[in-house]
């Protein structure tokens, strides 16, 4: 409830959003019962491209909270992605290697990439009908479920680092979201490491389906946290912190607080 109170606070008009939602809604069975077609592409793009990313990313959030599965939503996630690319390009060709946000944007690269995975892994253990521990697949979520909680450096470097200077210049409501988003991302993190673990020590058809929870839940999640990092929160990082001076200090608490072991050497 308070991530949409927020929002709403600050500038979304709650009747435009309701209107699209409707249509979006509409767009999404379309989808899921042809799939992705030229017609259904044309139409989404138009429908995508008439709405902001804040609002979008809204939209996305009601239809879930409505009873939408997660996953369903992938195809509007494709349609939007074919948009958004050019801006994220845009945001990168300001910045170069070794700044701040450079870094933070390629580990997101490599935070989505774990997902990915995660997302076929959890698919191929869905369709096994039982247990089988030879099969890669169960060492493969508990690795996933660690890698994706060696990303802790990176967002407390935002959350000690960069999110600071922006509350100091007022931009409060964003980064308090993307922390309280932080705090469920990690309870959820750690119950997938546990629940990978415990494999062998629970009823296969119940590790299926918490497995099939958590997961569409931290795909879902944390591909829409970053999201907003990426085309709403560090855009706006780098309009408003507009001191190189600023940026350094930045970059100084950045290595203090250290990096993931996933960070390519040239980032840090
Ligand atoms: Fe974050
Ligand atoms: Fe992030």
Redesign the pocket.
Known sequence: MEKKRFILDNGINREVKEDKIKELTELLRNLNEKGLTDDLKKKGLKLVRSISPLELSMAEQSLVEEGMDPSELRHLCEIHMLILKGELEKLQGKISEGHVLHT?IK??EL?LGFLDKLDLTTKNIINMEAYDKNREEFKEIVKLANSLLSAEP??KR?EDALFPELEIRGITGPTRI?RLEHEDLRKKKRSLRDLGESVENIDFNEYKEKLSKLSNDICFELRD??YK?NYILYPTALESIDDKNNWSNIKEKCDKIGYCDFTPEECK
């Open positions: 933070l580990e997101h935070i990176h967002h935002e993307m946290h970053i990092e």
